[in-house]
């Protein structure tokens, strides 16, 4: 079941239920989006008709960030968790090294997906990666990178491009990659790879994981100011219409 907000469908879904899902889509073999919809991406998906368009065909939209939970409860309705891109990564390779499903890491500076792969696969040995590739590539080259994936048979393709860059690149090639489940993951691999430091859990319990990554790295403050923006859209469409 999906939940409409702001016009963008989000699925109802703990994070259980999206792994399940997701290994629907790995068995079917057929190639499904995912998109981990933070309040940034929904702000923009307003202006955006395109990139609203690519979310709602996507086949899995979870919430990533508080600022999605609280946008539903302001709907008058509910989603049970929040689902990032990291905290995905981590439970399907975990499931993926049991499963034997294989893996190829997309995205960030040159060197910084081989490394979170090869991190990923000191704690899961068993863990088959398919192939690992920067994100720095040219629109040139892009055929290139398309054909390297498809060559590598991956059943999952955890791309760290940035939003909303990595679900337009999905979207745009989601058939030529063929690739069973393809999924944005921001800046996931910086974190894994040991780049950028997570935010302590007492920080994550308490929902200010955003303010602890502004602290890391100043230069997201021009992205913080669009969440005063977001809440004042949320407010003004669904408790002062």
Known sequence: MKINLLGVQVDNLDMAGALEKIAGFITAQKPHQVVTLNPEMLFYAQKKPALRKIINQAHLVTADGVGILWAARMAGTSLPARITGIDLVWRLVQIAADEGWRIFFLGALPGIAEEAAAQL????????????FHGYFQPMEEPGVITKIRQAQPDILFTALGAPKQEVFIARHL?????????????????????????????????????????????????????????????????LA
């Open 121 to 132: 696969q000191k704690h899961y040995p068993n863990l088959k990666v398919a192939g690992t």
């Open 175 to 239: 058939r030529a990659l063929n690739v069973p489940v393809c999924i944005g993951v921001g800046g996931s691999f910086d974190v894994i790879a040991g780049r950028v430091k997570r935010v302590p859990p007492w920080m994550q319990k308490i929902h200010l994981e955003w303010l602890g990554r502004l602290l890391q790295e100043p230069k997201r403050w021009p992205r913080a100011l669009v969440l005063p923006r977001f809440m004042w859209l949320v407010i003004k469409t669904y408790r």
